[in-house]
């Protein structure tokens, strides 16, 4: 079967960095997506990676080993804006979006 | 310019009633999508349409039925609603299907809730 799997919460300090990670198991593969959820808003696109490597857009970054499975995003110099829940999906071989359950991430002062 | 929009934003309705959601983009997007959210957060896909063609219509009870009326519009319809029913629905669009499925735009949300 396909599947996604994310930590459900994680914490971090204002300022430092975070890494949430990420595997998928899908039937064929066709990128990896991650996507920010502020508590009761709607999800927004934050990166896709379909080569294996790190992507970096500003503060945030996205890595992707394909060998592997697996993803993450990193987050440098944490703001209080960055408390979300984060999603991870992976695209498979019918182009269909395959969703992670999110990481809640709680920043602390 | 509110890209992908849905009305109500909330709904609060009884076991047994039917009611609708609605959905409009103005990106001129050619795919449309429903997702259902449930408290767990989990975002599990419901139906998607291609130029008012429907194409993905995933294991979801027939008591749910959408329409597209035109390619910028993408209604559900909810029959003899149930408690199990309660979660935010959202809407989302996006270029194309293919990889220009990945990236998509989310609409507000609806928080349906039966009681």
């Known amino acids: 079967g396909q599947n996604i799997d994310q930590p459900t919460e994680m914490t971090a300090t204002e300022g430092a960095i975070v890494q949430i990670n990420c595997t998928y198991q899908?039937?064929?593969?066709?990128?990896l997506f991650w996507y920010q959820q502020h508590a009761g808003e709607a999800p927004t696109f934050l990166s896709y990676?379909?080569l294996d490597g790190l992507e970096e857009k500003g503060r945030f970054s996205s890595f992707l080993s394909r060998s592997k499975g697996y993803s993450y995003l990193l987050l440098k110099e944490l703001q209080m804006k960055d408390s979300a829940s984060y999603l991870c999906?992976?695209?498979?071989?019918?182009?269909?979006?395959?969703w992670g359950a999110g990481t809640k991430l709680i920043i602390k002062p | 310019d509110t890209a992908v929009s849905q009305t109500p934003k909330y709904l609060v309705t009884q076991m047994g009633n039917d009611k609708s959601i609605k959905c409009e983009q103005n990106?001129?997007?050619?795919?449309m999508y429903w997702y259902k959210q449930d408290s767990k957060k989990f975002l599990k896909i419901m139906f998607s349409?291609?130029?008012?063609?429907?194409?993905i219509n995933e294991t979801v009870p027939n008591r749910f039925s959408p329409k597209s009326p035109d390619k910028a519009h993408l209604n559900l319809h909810i029959n003899s609603l149930e408690l199990g029913d309660s979660a935010v629905y959202f809407c989302?669009?996006?270029?194309?299907?293919?990889?220009?499925?990945?990236?998509?735009?989310f609409g507000p949300g609806t928080r349906l809730t039966v009681t």
């Open positions: 989302a669009s996006s270029q194309d299907t293919g990889l220009a499925g990945g990236r998509q735009y």
């Open positions: 990106l001129g997007h050619d795919t």
């Open positions: 349409y291609n130029n008012k063609e429907l194409i």
């Open positions: 899908t039937s064929g593969f066709n990128g």
């Open positions: 990676n379909v």
């Open positions: 999906a992976a695209m498979d071989s019918n182009y269909q979006l395959i």
